[in-house]
């Protein structure tokens, strides 16, 4: 996908993620992405089944699901990010709990201002 594709992706995610109250962040490698949402289960589980069903989503994987204590990127519906270099994609696919959090929170300084 070009990078080019992704303001009006993202414009549209970001207007149905307020209406739905989920906040979280996107990261995008230059090759694949990697999503993390929060906000109520049955909202998010319905925003994933969704993105599951869409035909440009390929190899989807839910790599983790569970109760948090406070949300994390409650400022963005979608903060975004670009993951390159070393820690692509790929190195956040193996993290579990804390770990996934942890990389997560390490991004964002790079999220762009949303709108």
Excluded: K
């Amino acid at each position: 996908m070009s990078v080019g594709a992704l303001p009006p992706i993202l414009q549209f995610a970001r207007m149905r993620n307020r209406q739905d109250g989920i906040t979280g962040m996107l990261v995008f490698d230059g090759a694949s992405f990697c999503h993390y949402l929060e906000g109520e289960r049955g909202v998010v589980e319905s925003c994933l089944a969704r993105i599951h069903a869409d035909a440009r989503h390929t190899d989807f994987e839910l790599l983790h699901s569970g109760p948090i204590a406070h949300r994390r990127f409650q400022r963005f519906s979608i903060g975004y990010a670009t993951h390159e270099g070393e820690m692509s994609i790929e190195s956040l696919r193996h993290l579990r709990g804390d770990a996934a959090i942890d990389a997560f929170m390490a991004l964002q300084p790079a999220l762009d201002p949303e709108p």
